[in-house]
């Protein structure tokens, strides 16, 4: 897992951006909407839409109730779930 191109290209694109690190760390192994991910983060509703759109063409959240407009539930990937691993292992060394 740690020599796979997708992999080290995922954990890259996540570690350069502070939201981006801290939406998976609060997100762990939870459903979240985004207004409680942006309150749990603190970054602005609008904001953290644009975020998880990003996440999710990474391949990392996904989008668990996709046929209701208000109120959707994220969650992490199998991918979102080894990137948070690796990055959970960096913070303790």
Do not use: W
């Amino acid at each position: 897992m740690r020599n796979n191109e997708k992999f080290l290209e995922q954990v890259a694109y996540v570690q350069v951006s502070k939201h981006r690190t801290n939406i998976l760390l609060f997100m762990q192994n939870e459903l979240y909407t985004p207004k409680q991910i942006g309150d749990g983060v603190g970054v602005r509703t609008n904001h953290i839409s644009n975020l998880l759109s990003q996440l999710k063409k990474f391949n990392l959240v996904y989008c668990a109730t996709p046929n209701i407009r208000k109120g959707k539930l994220y969650a992490l990937t199998e991918d979102g779930l080894n990137v948070l691993k690796y990055l959970k292992q960096k913070q303790e060394e």
